[in-house]
């Protein structure tokens, strides 16, 4: 019996074919939940896809925060359920005040897609901790915004949290730069592709993991994460405690 | 054709002292005497003379070119073709009860007066065509031509029309995953925007766009109609176009991608839960188009109740609601138990659902107003295929020139390399030039990964989309050498067929069937006309040769501007498919130590070639000659080859010649391997005709050394020449950079080398680090971009 992850699906919502298909290369069972619902059907874990839910005319995400759905994903984080924001899904949490810091149109102003490399800053996270020895993980993006911004001193709170979960970086692991580096695809500020709540149970990232899940689609990097997170919310089924950076580890 | 000068946006009850009305709609005199025929003799009304002034555009009648359609190869159920020519996609059988639905089309006129909308409803249309079959899209291709790099206008055209495929197709999440970018000075007041769409479908959903089962309702969902589009087919897509033509700004759609996105879903769940029996996107002709051709189809008619169309406007005349193209609307026929269940999917998505009409017997399309009057009756078949045909005049020109390439000297200078010239600047020169540079820059606007499928996508030959739940790709490619069709239409539209299949077969993929969009000039003039039956006998030879169907694509005319015709540009889509995705073969070296062959070999002709484009040639002697049979038996090869497992990579000889095939097997080769190599060439003619001459049917491949002799006898049972030329080589150990070294041995070599000091006749030696640098850098610098 596979656990049951939620797919949140936004009319717009384009990723989400990606995400059903990392879920089940992951072993989980995915659940498509519609935006006007304002259950989440007993699931042990929600997924925002990516795409252009509502077609992000004003502003990625930002009426997708308002959805019935949203209400209960909110209360479904707050009971510390583990959620996780996929380049869009990332916009929505972040519009939905569920994770800090904001995404800015990217340096350029043009939309990006290519591959990437990240790096996790710890790996005793829920969504990190499969990921094993730090090692780049290559990925595409594929967006307009994607730039990582928030001011200085919440930049410094959330380095200081240890809320930083992923970052651009070369490949040689080393962190990326942010104006002129082309290992940062869209100039996030401190090369931040992936953040977390304080309370360790909600995730967001830009890059792709759930696009590249299988060798064949030139990388399968993104499977750790995915696998992190589906077995953190089994965990949490199982023990019925919150998932968080404890039960991660003790997940391992 | 009288060319419109207007759009088509006055009521045509205005009337003056001005051109009679069926003129100021682009109906010609006879044409009108054919309308009236059609009518028993009665005279047209206005809005009956709207309907046919869109319905007998060129662009939704093929009146001129529609007899030289009927010359190509269709295919037949033996070659898996479910649907062809006629229907909006052509669609064939992949096995596992699967099948693929692609086309082309092209939406050069919209582009050049608004290029970000214009592209993005191309994209938008050709997507549409794809999901009416009953399939989901999976890929799109865009094929791009404009004029000088350098020119203001041109830079503004390319960023507007990459902005409109990238912000669609990014938003409706279907990757464009491959395509093209030419610069001609052919296309300075006319750019080329055609784009390809592919689709998935499981055969049992197959949909086909008719209007069976008097009684039945005619269904309008998605987008309300407006004043956008009005007269498009007639107005932009059918008349020689006027550069900065503003005026007809009000006559290109504009395109919700959002909107799009709902209407791709609410199709397959309506087509999926089997509840229409019909289902037609709005394109151009709009509501008279969809109506009259699905009724046409089905042999019966179509009453249809204006009052019942959504408008997203008040006061729009009868002639507007009736051929506005207002997009990311579809029609369906509907069994009238079943709509209350078609209501709720189009509710559900939060489309916009009403009944229009009805389905009836007696093969007139009837457009009623709300007291019941009737303010049109036209015989469905009047407008679609019993629409005038015209017998166009072909006469070849009096002297045949190619066009001279962008930056190319005004008087011919010698052809590079002589004595004295380094090939390897050369080499550099044409990898960074604005048709060969990477093209990295622009597809990196395009969301090339989204949906999970994507093995190959664009940059490096053909494009390779996994078929989820089984071991098969589907392998895509678009080509078109307008280069060599200026010069010879035959040889290029013959030419353009074989690359694009080539380029499928090389993964080691079965090319399963061509689309084509043919883009030429006023078919009213006998050149542009003879260029254009020579295109459709090149086309249909060369596909014939190759043993594969043409199941649709589009004709785009008029293609003509105050700086004259375009080039004759047959662009041809092919999809292929691959039994097995483990099994494929990319371009790029894979392992030094490995050999390198050339397959085939080259015959004299530089006339056409990127290198006579860059040394500004006089081209007096020709473009190389093609063999179909050749091409056909190389083909063969290499999809051999590649099932045989013998093949390290595989890449054709084409635009550079196959120095620069050499050098992108080298650039495409995993970077941080640092690959090169080491080869010699023998010189037969000139250094200039074996290193950059373009002669077509040729390979490179790869393969390790104990594989050598196996492929040497197979080339010789395909009756082909191979010859080894050396190997992949490793980074030197002092760390200095990969090179590419070509020896050039041979009557024909010049001695160049020897005069720098060279112990070999002549030899190309050069960098890799330097050839990524000027193929990386080329087309930003062309463009005057900024990139990071």
Request: hydrophobic letters at 45%.
């Amino acid at each position: 019996m596979s656990v049951r992850i939620g797919v949140v699906l936004f009319p717009g919502s384009n990723r989400d074919i990606d995400a059903v298909n990392a879920l089940e290369v992951a072993g989980a069972e995915p659940v498509t939940l519609w935006h006007e619902d304002a259950s989440l059907d007993g699931v042990a874990g929600v997924l925002l896809p990516g795409g252009f839910a509502y077609g992000d005319y004003l502003r990625a995400g930002v009426i997708a925060r308002f959805s019935p759905v949203m209400r209960a994903v909110s209360a479904f984080a707050d009971d510390g359920g583990p959620v996780l924001g996929i380049c869009n899904g990332f916009q929505v949490l972040t519009e939905a005040h569920l994770l800090p810091g904001a995404l800015l149109r990217n340096r350029g102003l043009r939309f990006v897609s290519r591959e990437v490399e990240i790096a996790a800053e710890r790996t005793d996270t829920p969504f990190t901790h499969l990921l094993g020895a730090r090692r780049p993980l290559r990925m595409p993006v594929a967006h307009g915004e994607g730039a990582y911004f928030a001011d200085d001193a919440e930049l410094d709170a959330l380095e200081a949290n240890g809320q930083v979960l992923f970052r651009y970086v070369r490949s040689d692991g080393t962190a990326a730069g942010g104006e002129e580096d082309r290992a940062n695809p869209n100039g996030s500020l401190r090369a931040i592709a992936g953040v977390m709540n304080a309370a360790g149970n909600v995730a967001g990232l830009m890059p792709h993991p759930e696009t590249a899940v299988e060798a064949v689609l030139g990388s399968d990097d993104g499977l750790g994460i995915i696998a992190s997170f589906v077995a953190s919310a089994a965990e949490r089924e199982r023990s019925g405690s919150p998932a968080t950076v404890r039960s991660a580890v003790g997940a391992r | 054709m009288t060319m419109v000068e207007e759009p088509v946006t006055a009521a045509p009850s205005a009337t003056g002292t001005e051109e009679p009305l069926h003129r100021r709609l682009g109906v010609t005199d006879d044409e009108l005497d054919a309308i009236r025929a059609r009518l028993g003799g009665r005279d047209p009304n206005d809005l009956e003379l709207a309907m046919f002034s869109v319905m007998w555009s060129e662009h939704c009648s093929y009146k001129s070119s529609r007899p030289l359609l009927r010359t190509l190869p269709m295919g037949s159920a033996a070659d898996g073709v479910v649907a062809g020519p006629g229907e909006n996609a052509g669609v064939i059988a992949i096995g596992d009860g699967l099948a693929v639905a692609f086309k082309i089309e092209s939406h050069n006129h919209p582009s050049a007066v608004e290029p970000t909308q214009g592209a993005a409803t191309g994209v938008g249309g050709i997507l549409r065509d794809i999901f009416t079959m009953g399939a989901r899209p999976i890929a799109v291709l865009d094929a791009l031509r404009f004029g000088d790099p350098a020119d203001a206008r041109t830079r503004h055209l390319v960023e507007g029309v990459v902005k409109g495929v990238g912000g669609y197709g990014n938003c409706v999440g279907v990757p464009t995953v491959g395509g093209e970018l030419v610069f001609d000075p052919s296309y300075q007041g006319n750019p080329l925007v055609n784009v390809m769409a592919i689709g998935l479908l499981e055969i049992d959903d197959l949909t086909l766009a008719a209007a069976p089962g008097a009684g039945n309702l005619v269904v309008l969902f998605g987008s309300t109609t407006g004043r956008d589009g009005i007269g498009g087919a007639s107005v932009l897509a059918s008349a020689t176009f006027q550069d900065q033509d503003e005026s007809k700004r009000p006559s290109v759609q504009v395109g919700d991608p959002f909107a799009e996105k709902l209407l791709i879903e609410a199709s397959l769940e309506l087509i999926r839960g089997g509840l229409v029996a019909g289902l037609q996107d709005l394109g151009a002709g709009g509501i008279t188009c969809a109506t009259s051709e699905t009724a046409d189809r089905a042999g019966t008619g179509m009453r249809i109740e204006l009052g019942a169309i959504p408008r997203r406007e008040p006061g729009m005349e009868p002639f507007e609601v009736m051929i506005s193209e207002s997009q990311e609307r579809m029609l369906a026929v509907v069994e009238p138990a079943r709509w209350d269940a078609v209501r709720a999917v189009c509710e559900r998505w939060g489309l916009p659902v009403a009944v229009i009409g009805t389905v009836t017997d007696d093969g007139d399309v009837t457009v009623v107003d709300d007291t019941g009057v009737e303010l049109a009756r036209v015989p469905a078949a009047a407008l679609t295929s019993d629409a005038i045909v015209h017998q166009r005049v072909a006469a070849p020109p009096v002297r045949r020139r190619a066009a001279p390439a962008p930056g190319a000297p005004a008087t011919a200078s010698d052809g590079l390399p002589e004595r004295g010239m380094d090939p390897g600047a050369v080499l550099t020169a044409l990898l960074g030039s604005a048709n060969l540079a990477s093209r990295r820059p622009v597809f990196e606007q395009y969301d090339s990964t989204v949906q999970a499928n994507t093995v190959e996508g664009p940059g490096h030959g053909a494009a390779i989309v996994r078929i989820k739940g089984t071991t098969k790709a589907l392998v895509a490619a678009t080509d078109a050498n307008q280069a060599v069709g200026a010069l010879d239409p035959w040889l290029g539209a013959a030419l353009s067929v074989a690359e694009a299949t080539r380029n499928v077969s090389i993964t080691g993929a079965r090319p399963l069937g061509v689309t084509n969009c043919l883009n030429y000039g006023d078919p009213t003039r006998p050149e542009a006309f003879w260029q254009l039956s020579e295109g459709v006998r090149g086309l249909a030879e060369a596909c014939r040769a190759l043993g594969l169907p043409v199941t649709g694509g589009n004709v785009s005319l008029y293609n003509e501007s105050p700086t004259g015709a375009i080039a004759p540009t047959p662009e041809i889509g092919v999809v292929g498919l691959l039994e097995d995705v483990g099994t494929r073969v990319g371009p790029g070296f894979r392992s030094a130590g490995d050999r390198v062959l050339l397959v085939g070999s080259a015959t004299p002709g530089l006339a056409g070639s990127a290198y006579a484009a860059l040394a500004g040639l006089a081209v007096e002697d020709g473009p190389p000659s093609l063999d179909l049979d050749r091409e056909r038996r190389v083909q063969a090869f290499v999809r051999e080859a590649a099932a045989r497992g013998l093949l390290a990579s595989a890449q054709d000889v084409s635009g550079g010649g196959l120095a620069v095939a050499l050098a992108e097997c080298a650039l495409w080769a995993d970077r941080d391997r640092g690959l090169g190599a080491d080869l010699r060439v023998a010189v037969a003619s000139s250094p200039a005709v074996d290193l950059f001459g373009e002669s077509p049917s040729r390979l490179v491949v790869s393969a390790t050394p104990r594989h050598v002799p196996a492929l040497v006898l197979l080339a010789r049972q395909h009756g082909l020449p191979i010859e080894e030329l050396g190997e992949v080589s490793a980074r030197p150990d002092d760390g200095t950079p990969a090179r590419l070294v070509i020896e050039l041995h041979g009557s024909g070599a010049t001695g160049a080398a020897e005069d720098r000091g060279s112990r070999v006749a002549d030899a190309l030696i050069v960098s890799l680090d330097e050839l990524r640098h000027a193929w990386e850098g080329g087309l930003a610098r062309a463009l005057g971009w900024e990139m990071r």
